[in-house]
């Protein structure tokens, strides 16, 4: 039988990654629920606060603000960065090994949904200088 809390997952219900640019609560991922082709979960970027530019060799990744406003930076395929002003319902298509990079610009909080694909790119942030580890409900 299916475990139901492996599949309706909520982002207060799972450990999260913390940084001091903000945290991401992995809630699809084949260490949480068996996914095998992609994972993801919720970011939450405090105000003036955003990830640097980096990239994920070999994947993919869909970015979809959920709340607030921000830049995205995207590089093209000749390395040129493009840059958007984003807001909420807007999604950010990241081919695969593109660098990227978020900023919140708002005045509050900015909330993401990110998947990556395949799995894995995101376990690589355990080995950032300034990862913890935030126990869930916290």
Same mark, same amino acid.
């Given at each position: 039988m299916t475990d139901k809390s492996k599949i309706?997952?909520?982002?207060?219900?799972v450990s999260a990654?913390?940084?001091?640019?903000?945290?991401?609560?992995l809630t699809v991922a084949p260490e949480m629920n068996g996914?095998?082709?992609?994972?993801?979960?919720?970011?939450?970027?405090? &105000?003036g606060k955003g990830?640097?530019?980096h990239n994920h060799p070999g994947a993919e990744e869909i970015i979809f603000v959920i /709340?607030?406003?921000g830049e995205q930076m995207v590089e093209d395929e000749k390395g040129?960065?493009?840059?958007?002003k984003v807001g909420p319902g807007?999604?950010?298509?990241?081919?695969? &090994?593109?660098?990227h990079s978020t900023l919140n610009t708002g005045d509050g909080p900015m909330q993401l949904f990110v998947?990556? /694909?395949?799995?894995?790119?995101e376990l690589v942030l355990r080995e950032l200088p300034d990862f913890r580890l935030i126990p869930a409900g916290q």
């Open positions: 309706f997952v909520y982002p207060k219900d990654f913390g940084f001091d640019w903000g945290k991401l609560a996914a095998t082709r992609f994972s993801g979960g919720v970011v939450d970027l405090p &105000s990830h640097t530019r /709340s607030g406003h040129i960065p493009m840059v958007e807007c999604t950010i298509y990241v081919p695969e &090994s593109r660098f998947v990556y /694909s395949p799995a894995g790119p």
